[in-house]
């Protein structure tokens, strides 16, 4: 298990417990991710946390598999899902560039709140286009602290030598944009929910 998995598998159940912050950043997210979906899509979820998001986008599509490095968030996210009574939502352990969904079968890949914690980003974006359709979209959320003031990355440091935080890239919005329109896709739609530190929400269609 990766030093990683081992951070988040931890602080699973103290993160679950905890509400959403801005509420109105996470409807803005939800409503505009939610127009991209289909009723006959299929919908890969990378990096889940305990299924939230993924329970209440799913009943907009057929199936939805939603998945996440650490396993203390998937159980959590399949307790969630039992007591809810989602029948099309399937949790599986896997990394964002876990090869087993590279099948080009997904009308969509979800990923929020991730990429900033995601040490190899290249084979993540390989592995999210190679799971879409052609056509189909990435859709991302991504809190870019590059932007943010000179403090954050200084407190954040300070909470990794001590255990308290995982790995973080601190993103500019561009160098993220970049990154994605260099692995195969055009952006379609972006915004910042909040906008301060931006959390950049992006639209990607593959190519
Ligand atoms: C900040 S939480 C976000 C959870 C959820 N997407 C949300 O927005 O509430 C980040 C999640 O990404 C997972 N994660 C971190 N690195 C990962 C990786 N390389 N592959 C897959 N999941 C990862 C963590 O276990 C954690 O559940």
Known sequence: MTTDAQFWNKIARRYAANPVK??????????????YLHADDSVLELGCG?????????PQVTQ???????DEMIAIGREKAVNQGASNVELVTATSDDARFSDGSRDAVL?????????????TLDMAHAALKPGGCLISKTACLGEASFFVPLMVRAMQMVGKAPFVRFFKIAELEQ??????????????????PPSRFIVSRKR
């Open 64 to 70: 939805y598999t939603a998945t996440d490095i650490a």
């Open 22 to 35: 801005d509420m109105s950043s996470y409807e803005q997210t939800l409503e505009r991710a939610g127009s």
């Open 50 to 58: 305990t299924a939230t998001t993924a329970l209440l986008l799913a």
């Open 179 to 196: 990154m994605i329109i260099a692995k195969g896709f055009d952006i379609i739609e972006t915004g910042c929910y909040p906008a301060k």
């Open 111 to 123: 990923a929020f709140n991730l990429f900033h914690l995601v040490d190899d980003m290249d084979a």
